[in-house]
């Protein structure tokens, strides 16, 4: 509200920088601690002390966006009809080599065999296994739990859901 009442005062535009920071959207945070410190330059322009301060923050703020921390990370290993296990044994090990910091918790996706995201490049045909790392153990317990759970059949209800035949 105070940006759009007075668009113009570097204040109001470090307050926002402020409440972004607080929610942990650190590259909004520095987008406004940056235009806070060009409207300074541009209105008050005298004490160079508080540019170059406020230059530090969006710096810090922009750092802090980069080096924000990813939870999880994903590797897809081609998969051709061999022996499952060993191929899910080599994935993990790839992935532990390739990813260092998200070994935490690391699993390739037993059920499943996937194709490459949309964007990427891949073979007409081609399988991939799925293998994901984790910073944090537990998150990484929970997802291969929820993934890996066998879910209940429940057989001839299909023949009455719409569109079934």
Same mark, same amino acid.
Request: aromatic residues 10%.
């Given at each position: 509200?105070?940006?759009?009442?007075?668009?113009? &005062?570097?204040?109001? &535009?470090?307050?926002?920088?402020?409440? +972004?920071?607080?929610? &942990?959207?650190?590259?909004?945070?520095?987008?406004?601690?940056?235009?806070?410190?060009?409207?300074?330059?541009?209105?008050?322009?005298?004490?160079?002390?508080?540019? !170059? *301060?406020?230059? *530090?923050?969006?710096?810090?703020? @922009?750092?802090?966006?980069?080096?924000?921390?990813?939870? +999880?990370?994903?590797?897809? @290993?081609?998969?051709?009809?061999? !022996?499952?296990? !060993? /191929?899910?044994k080599?994935?993990?090990?790839?992935?532990?080599?390739?990813?260092?910091?998200?070994?935490?918790?690391v699993?390739?996706? $037993? &059920?499943?065999?996937?194709?490459?995201?949309?964007?990427a490049?891949?073979?007409?045909?081609?399988?991939?296994?799925? @293998?994901?790392?984790?910073?944090?153990?537990?998150?990484?317990?929970?997802?291969? /739990?929820?993934?890996?759970? /066998?879910?209940?059949?429940? $057989?001839?209800? *299909?023949?009455?859901?719409?569109?079934?035949?």
């Amino acid at each position: 509200r105070s940006i759009i009442q007075n668009p113009s &005062h570097f204040c109001n &535009h470090l307050r926002q920088a402020a409440c +972004f920071r607080c929610l &942990h959207r650190y590259s909004e945070a520095a987008r406004s601690a940056m235009v806070a410190q060009c409207l300074y330059v541009l209105a008050e322009g005298a004490g160079l002390h508080t540019s !170059d *301060l406020l230059q *530090l923050y969006w710096q810090a703020l @922009t750092q802090e966006a980069l080096s924000g921390e990813v939870s +999880f990370s994903v590797l897809y @290993t081609p998969f051709e009809k061999e !022996d499952k296990a !060993d /191929k899910i044994k080599e994935a993990n090990r790839t992935f532990a080599e390739k990813h260092p910091d998200y070994v935490q918790h690391v699993f390739t996706d $037993p &059920h499943g065999i996937h194709l490459l995201p949309e964007k990427a490049e891949s073979h007409p045909g081609q399988q991939y296994l799925l @293998t994901l790392g984790f910073r944090n153990r537990e998150i990484g317990k929970t997802v291969e /739990k929820f993934v890996t759970r /066998k879910l209940p059949v429940f $057989p001839g209800v *299909l023949k009455n859901w719409p569109g079934s035949g």
